[in-house]
């Protein structure tokens, strides 16, 4: 056994209270227990330092000696004669094991559960139209995924061998490590968590039981869908290890942006230009929804801003039976590219409503109006 100092061992002070050098070593004592760190000699190694520096600091009356003396005045192998008979390491002397685990962990360290090996989610984004938003559309999509390796049937051995016990967790799955005086589980090292171990492994699969492939898959995205909003298809994401099922495939719908209509919850939303004209002696336009095109009569005196609905040209709720509407909102354009007739006809229509702002321009008059306030 090493000379370390024992105080140095435990890492704590020499002037650490019986309570301090209690704790550090029931940390270092769990971190290298035997049981813990099997076939590990380091550690083992450590376990013993630990064990012999806490029965020596841990007895006033050796802990004194060893204040005194150093290890001549502990171990009986280093000659000091006098002291001896404390014996060397001696197992774990006052102190159970047994008490702290499970005190610590509810019962015992030992358990350990198979880990889970259920195939991962996946998550596929699909960019549809509002059109198809609206009228609901089966789409086929491909996606990457992984299938049972054929040449091993998912066992993942070469054929003719088979998987045996893993040996480090001896089939569990799981390791156990210490942080602290914390203990947790973890995926075995050796086996990858399958708690089996292959010595020989499939030549095609390198021993994983599947192989990646891609599968095409067909989604039913129903009427009334809205961007961003995902549709799970149960089992249809990648294929568990080993046997394990499969995860869920979850569609993300991506709607394209509309170059007409604008869609707001079960609503849609359109900018409807009309002319001076119309605006003004009103009339019929016509106006495209998602399916076909249909008249809207527009009063006179139609100023831009307003907002005509059409019933029932919006959506169909994807839980009811509810379907929105559309909106259109007018803007009263102004013609470009005037021939010179009709910028005869409007200088003549401008000259004979001269005066007539009052009543015929509301907003016109009530505006420079304002203006003549500030400024006046
Ligand atoms: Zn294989
Ligand atoms: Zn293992």
């Keep these: 056994m090493s000379n370390k100092d024992f105080y140095e061992i435990l890492g704590v002070a020499r002037s650490a209270s ?18 813990r760190n099997q076939g590990d000699t380091e550690a083992e190694e450590k376990f013993k330092e630990v064990q012999k520096a806490y029965d020596i600091l841990s007895d006033k009356q050796k802990r004194a000696s060893y204040d005194q003396f150093g290890h001549a005045g502990v171990d009986p192998n280093m000659g000091g004669g006098g002291f001896g008979g404390f014996g060397g390491f001696g197992g774990a002397q006052g102190f159970d094991f047994g008490d702290i ?56 051995a070469k054929p003719g061998t088979s998987a045996s016990t893993c040996s480090t967790c001896h089939g569990s799955g799981t390791i156990h490590v210490r942080q602290a005086i914390f203990q947790m589980q973890q995926t075995c090292p050796t086996c990858h968590g399958t708690g089996k171990e292959i010595k020989d492994p499939c030549v095609k699969c390198r021993g994983e039981g599947r192989v990646k492939t891609s599968k095409t898959v067909e989604v039913n995205i129903p009427a009334g869908i809205d961007n961003g909003q995902r549709i799970r298809l149960s089992g249809e994401g990648e ?46 336009v016509e106006v495209p929804t998602l399916d076909g095109k249909v008249k809207l009569s527009i ?23 509810a379907v929105g509407d559309l909106y259109c909102h007018v803007v009263v354009e102004t013609p470009v590219n005037l021939t010179e007739r009709q910028k005869e ?32």
Aim: proline share 4%; net charge neutral; aromatic share 8%.
């Design 299 to 321: 009063p006179k005196e139609t100023q831009t801003g307003r907002r005509m609905r059409v019933k029932g040209k919006g959506i169909k709720s994807l839980r009811s039976s």
């Design 101 to 156: 685990f499970s005190q610590m962990f509810g019962g015992g360290a030992g358990g350990g559960r198979q880990q889970n090996y259920q195939g991962a989610d996946l998550q596929y984004a699909v960019e549809i139209t509002l059109e198809e938003a609206a009228k609901g559309i089966k789409k086929r999509i491909t996606i990457p995924t992984y299938e049972e390796c054929d040449v091993c049937h998912g066992s993942g």
């Design 239 to 284: 294929p568990g290890m080993h046997g394990a099922p499969s995860g869920d495939l979850y569609v993300v719908v991506h709607v394209k942006e509309h170059k007409t209509f604008e869609r707001n919850d079960l609503d849609l939303h359109c900018e409807m230009p009309i002319s001076f004209a119309i605006a003004a002696l009103g009339g019929e």
């Design 18 to 35: 019986d309570d301090e050098i209690k704790k550090a070593y029931r940390k270092l004592a769990m971190k290298y227990h035997p049981d």
């Design 345 to 376: 006809l409007l200088e003549e229509f401008e000259k004979i409503s001269t005066g007539m702002e009052r009543s015929q321009t509301p907003r016109q008059k009530s505006f420079f109006d304002k203006v003549r306030d500030i400024f006046d």
